[in-house]
């Protein structure tokens, strides 16, 4: 008889344990997922800042080549002008095939 009571006391033992495991993982599940998603919105938002960067350096980046561009026709009009119509020439034969 003793050992059949030694018996269920350690069945409830080990049960207990299992549920104490259980809550132990679910608490470990919500706080890795709670992790994962301020991880997740941590990195869009350097995504976010890197691609405004980005944005903002393609803009000046091309701000400073129209300026270069206006200052070129402005100094050699007819140069400038020959190449145009050369660039839309061959532009012109590439798209009628």
Avoid at 42 to 67: C, F, H, M, T
Wanted: hydrophobic fraction near 45%; charge should be negative.
């Amino acid at each position: 008889m003793a050992d059949a009571k030694n018996g269920e006391l350690d069945l409830s033992s080990i049960l207990d344990d299992v549920n104490a495991l259980k809550q132990d993982f679910a608490a470990l599940l919500k706080q890795l997922q709670k992790n994962a998603r301020g991880t997740a919105e941590d990195i869009a938002e350097n995504l976010s800042d890197d691609a405004r960067e980005l944005y903002a350096s393609a803009a000046a980046q091309g701000r400073r080549s129209v300026k270069a561009l206006s200052a070129q026709v402005e100094e050699q009009p007819l140069l400038s002008l020959a190449i145009a119509f050369g660039i839309g020439f061959v532009g012109g034969r590439f798209l009628s095939r």
